[in-house]
């Protein structure tokens, strides 16, 4: 059923599994412990940063894989991408998985993409089992959006910190945290120009796609433990904040996956990434559902559409902010 | 239902809109009618070449968006992707669009990628009318898998062509040529590293999808009008039809939209590129399956996973093949 932008589910689908992978400074944070990849190799074995990304996204997806009850069986489809050019690192990964492969980009809102697709085609019957991925890797994303690591750039305040991570998450009819609803957001770019200031590109379209999910579906903030944007960082954290507020939503709730994953000790205005929201998503966030820690939560993963191409040729960043709304097994049974 | 890798649609979402766009070269080429974009300048008014291929994009799907029937209204999601680093070229098309966005990366595979997810949306009712648009530009094309044209590159004759070109479908319950059928294919690479014969490295993902298909749902390929192919060229057209003879399979009516698009004028193996069979399907087979002249078809997009980046990394390249049966009106009436 569609209440304006959002698709509420009819059978819910759960997170039956998921895992989450991490390099070493992720390994380091406060949530160290979340990490089913426990890697301190950032290279991952390989000789490219490239190719250490895909493999840590392949044998997170392994890993996750390897979690599914007996009963369920192999997944139909997996949907997955990443920030490398052509999404490399999720398309090279799928190489060793016999498993047909549909590849997104959403950039760093991927994850939410991913799971809300396969929550869509598990809910419509098109699949019987489906997983979602997203990776990303510091090294591969510096030369990729910014400059080669060697060069030794200097980092400006507002910039956020590419996680070294991967989360995958397999959605199936079973036992697990529920998928109640998704929203696939719409393209918003305000004129923000600063590739080392992707928050404050991608705010303005985490407040609406917010702004319209609790106008569609008459909820309000409060009614969940959490509502989780991707990699706002400090600086599109607050502009979050703000832009809400205009819109007379005040969202007392509100964590950040890029301020939770190294918590104090992060770089700048914190972390970014699409293995960001990934990896605390399927470490973090749904492991609290499954214990009962928490009943409801919204996760938003926000995306900045640009490119080093277009930084270059003097564009403006547009942003993009899915949601995917999941709620534990208890507070289905109460709903 | 499912059978084997094939998603059988229950409700057959029809092709309501359609529109194809395409630069001078593709003007000039045998379907040059074919196109509801015909613009002769390549720049497309823009000062960049990514900038024009987003829109090129653009005016094709507000194209399509043009023509869909008052009753149905405007799509509830778009799912758009194309060749550029970072799929910007789809990313900044959708600024101007007020429409909830899902990016795919699918290389030359995602139309039928997008076109597969937005019948699936329709099918299970979780969007009343979904588009599905996939774009690339000639120009953009080569400075990011090859050299920038001002290098005078030498080309060599297992190369293909990157078709300036975008197609666009928007999917509803109404008239038109209807999906029944979808199949999102598996990732294979049996070690081709040239970027200059991407026909050979996508043969066997097309192989292994078609095969998987006719096994799931006993269909023979006689039983269709045509079976189309995105961009195998010349070269990897040849190699499809030896590994489909291996499996004893014999495609009698095979065409390959990098073959059809330029015909006799075709550099090298062909065409290629995401809006080749973007724009032969939203352009020329569609309306033949409107018209009535043709009842059944298979419509199969192959991508090359591969980066420029990856490919200086001496990295073999994966290829893909997605699926889409597509069948005139009068077809479905009598199934």
Redesign the interface.
Known sequence: ??KG?V?VLEHLPAAVAYAAGGGRRELDGPLGSAFDIAERDTRFGQ??W??AESELARRTLETAFGKVPHDIGTP??VFA?D??????AS??A??S???????????CSTMA?SA??AA??V??????CAAAMASSHFCAAER?FRTPLGYGAKRTPTAQWTVTGAGAVVLASGRGPRVRAV???????LGVFDASNMGAAMAPAAAETLVRYFDATGETPDAFDAVYTGDLGAVGSNLLGSLLELEGVRLQNHRDCGLEIYGRTAPGSGASGAGCSAAVLCGHILPMLARGEMRRVLFLATGA??????SL?G?SI?G?A?LVEFCSEEAMACS
Chains 1, 2 share one sequence.
């Open positions: 059923m569609r932008d698709i000789k490219t490239e190719m139909d489809v991408g920030l490398q050019c052509q999404c490399t398309g090279y799928m190489r998985e016999d498993v047909p492969f549909a590849g997104l980009y959403g950039a993409e809300a697709l869509c085609l809910d419509g019957g098109f699949a019987a990729q929203q696939f957001g719409r393209v918003r770019d559409l640009m490119s080093q191409t277009t040729q564009e547009p993009v899915h």
